[in-house]
Each structure stands twice: as structure tokens, then as C-alpha cells.
């Protein structure tokens, strides 16, 4: 039996060839025997990590949410109210390959989500984390007198959340609307919305 | 051979049995004898009007975008500037089962359209339509002195084409959050955020 640390290594190798995979070619094309060829294993051997394509699928998603929070842990606990907002959504935007990357994994995930309990669930432990951050730099924006009074918290995380999955897949099938720089732009546009005016700070 | 006009229902009954399967397991569990069985045709015989999966995939995208533009078509006429955009986004938003409905089969094709070039220009042809759309109605919506003067028209179109996309995922994953009642909400604070204060006005 391999020691715990190959174990992890080899599910990462194995993840790897499903993200390159899925980037070259979507999800439902690659099959275990392709998956377990671009990773270098035996197909028998692939079997003892993952035993199915839905279990590679969920371990592809569980990563881009891993990247994206891991970022977000490096830049966050340096902010709080709106910046500490607005970090997090540039975790989240493809502003760069290695989220377009991410948001390509996250897409070929979301359908197969809509029918797999397992999946579903998965997907919902990340967003309900991700409104629960939303919601605290909310909280702090207020008490720091930086939010309009009339914001309404659940609102702004709705219409962040909408936005920010609605990028991942339009980065991928309109990728000239989604430059970093409209990205920014489209970001800062509306916190801005969110924002006590500076001259009555 | 038959006559057009049975071929086109024909074709209509496919696409039919095509959204149901979407609906009931996802695209890529229904496999083409599933359909036809779905649809009451022999195997052969749904060749003759859907040669594969792809073109079928097609078609079912291509009908939940008519559905919409048919919606919109019917009450934009009578509307223009920000009360036609908030017309032309309920039609997109899934405020509704039909509309539920619709964002299932779009969600089913986005994966398949990243990889796909006669996939991805169907998708944008219908997005540069809705896009070209909400550029008009704003503006018709600064001509008539609704809007705030700092509004940029791309930012807008970018947050809103994002929004919409995102909730048709939203409506599917986390449907607590994409009542009518938080969509109307999300909607409408969004569009007070253009709208020039009625005191000024």
C-alpha cells in the first residue's frame, strides 16, 4: 500500500490530466481510459483513486475552489469592508489564464451539478461560504461608514454572486467582453454603486 | 417524402422529446435511441432531421432563445428606454418554470459550446442580439433623460449579460436565492442604480 503522501500525489497527478482534459477538450469526451493514459497510470490503477468519472469531476471542481480561496487566504486577512469585497470577487472573475482555467473546470462542472445530488451539494458548501464572506465585509462596510444606508446586504450578494458566475462562462463564449480591464471596470462600477460618496465621508 | 410543413412539426416533436430528457437526467445521460424513443421515432428515421447530437443540442438552444425573443417581442414594442431593458431581462431571468426550463437547456449547451465553433456562434449571435438590444434601449433611456449622466453603456451591458447568465445557473444551484420576489428585488436595484432620481427628474 502506498504511503498517505503518494496517495495524495497521484489523486493530484490524476486531477491534473482531467484539468488538461478538460481544457483541450470538455469533460464528457475524455473518457477514464484517456483520463488514466494522460496521467500515466494503468486504467485498473486510475480506478483505486477515483472510481468513476463523477468522483474526477467533483475532485476537478473541489480544486478551482481551492485555487480561488487559497488566493483569496493570502490577500484577505490584510482588508476588510469594500476592499476586502472587492478581493474576493477578483479571486472569483477571470481576470487572468489561470481563472479562465478555473472558470473552464467550474462550467463542465455546473451541468453535471444540476443532477447529482453529491455534486450539488459540492457546488452549494463553496457558494454558501462565499456569501458568507460577501455578507461580513458587508457588515464591516457599514459599521465603517463606507456603504450607502439604503444597501439592502442580500441583494449586492445576489446580483455578485449572478455576476460572478456569469463571467465564468462568458471569459469562455464572449472572451472579448471579459479583458481584465472590463472586468475591472464592470467591478468598480458597481461597488462604486455600494459606495458613501467620498465628499461625504 | 413529406410535406414541409410535416417535416418542421416533426422536427418541433425531437426538439420536444430533446428538452424533456434535458430536463429529466441532462444532455449527455439521453443518447440518440433514448429520443427517438422519447419522441415516438424509429432510430433512423430521427437521422433524417437531426443527423447527431450536436445538431439536436442546437436546436434545443435555439428554441429556449426563440421562447425569449418571442416573450420580449410581444411586450417591447410598447416600451423603450429603462422600462424595455427591465422588459427584455425579465424575459432572460428565470422567473418562472418556463423560464426555469429554458435555463436548463442553456446550461446543458454552454459546456458543449466552449468546445464547439457552429455551437459558440449560435450562442453569439443571440448574445450580440440582446446586447445590441440594451445598447438601444439606453439609449433611448439617456434621449429621455432617465439616465445618470456618468452611466458608461458598455459597463451596464457587460454587468447585466453577466447577471443574466449567472442566475440562469443560480435558478438550477441554489434556487432559494432566485425567487420571483429576489429576482424583481436584485433586478430593480440594479436599475435604480442608472435611473436619475425621480425629485430631479
Request: aromatic share 6%; proline share 3%.
Amino acid at each position: 500500500m502506498p504511503k498517505i503522501v503518494d496517495h495524495d500525489e497521484r489523486r493530484e497527478l490524476i486531477v491534473d490530466a482531467t484539468w488538461r482534459l478538460i481544457e483541450r477538450g470538455g469533460f464528457e469526451r475524455a473518457t477514464m481510459r484517456e483520463i488514466a493514459a494522460e496521467a500515466g497510470f494503468a486504467h485498473g490503477a486510475l480506478q483505486r483513486y477515483f472510481p468513476n468519472k463523477e468522483s474526477l469531476l467533483a475532485a476537478a471542481f473541489v480544486r478551482a475552489h481551492t485555487r480561488t480561496n487559497v488566493r483569496a487566504g493570502a490577500a484577505l486577512p490584510t482588508l476588510r469592508g469594500l476592499a476586502a469585497l472587492r478581493e474576493l470577487c477578483l479571486e472569483i472573475m477571470p481576470i487572468d489564464r489561470e481563472r479562465v482555467q478555473e472558470s473552464r473546470v467550474v462550467v463542465a462542472f455546473w451541468d453535471h451539478a444540476v443532477q447529482d445530488e453529491e455534486l450539488w451539494n459540492a457546488h452549494r458548501e463553496n457558494a454558501l461560504h462565499w456569501r458568507a464572506q460577501m455578507g461580513q465585509f458587508l457588515r464591516e462596510a457599514r459599521d465603517d461608514g463606507e456603504l450607502v444606508a439604503s444597501v439592502d446586504d442580500q441583494i449586492v450578494i445576489d446580483q455578485l454572486t449572478a455576476m460572478n458566475a456569469g463571467l465564468q462562462i462568458m471569459c469562455l463564449l464572449m472572451p472579448e467582453t471579459t479583458t481584465r480591464e472590463r472586468l475591472l471596470a464592470q467591478l468598480d462600477a458597481f461597488l462604486d454603486t455600494l459606495r458613501v460618496p467620498a465628499s461625504v465621508v
